[in-house]
């Protein structure tokens, strides 16, 4: 094996533990993200199981908008965490979305 080869090897080595590096980022950013909105969902069931309002109540209003509105929040946001993860498995597959 000539000096050339051997270069070209540990070159290529190292290109592949920088991709292999950086879909780890990607993944710890994304996992870390569903964790995260998982804690919330669940919080945020607890916490309105553990309030009763009575339908007749001045406040049911607000506690009805924000329940349709955080199951609503979620929701966009569950679905914009698999935008990321579509364009980031894109870009490491050789095309992508964006960057």
């Not at 309002?53 to 698999?82: K, M, Q, R």
């Amino acid at each position: 094996m000539t000096l050339l080869e051997s270069i070209k090897e540990r070159t290529q080595a190292a290109r592949f533990a920088d991709n292999q590096r950086a879909v780890m980022q990607e993944v710890r950013m994304i996992g870390g993200a569903l964790v995260a909105v998982v804690i919330v969902a669940l919080v945020l069931t607890e916490v309105y199981s553990a309030v009763e309002i009575d339908n007749s109540s001045p406040f049911y209003g607000i506690v009805e908008a924000a329940e349709s509105t955080g199951v609503a929040a979620i929701t966009l946001l569950v679905v914009g965490l698999l935008v990321l993860s579509a364009g980031v498995i894109m870009r490491f597959m050789g095309s992508g979305f964006g960057r």
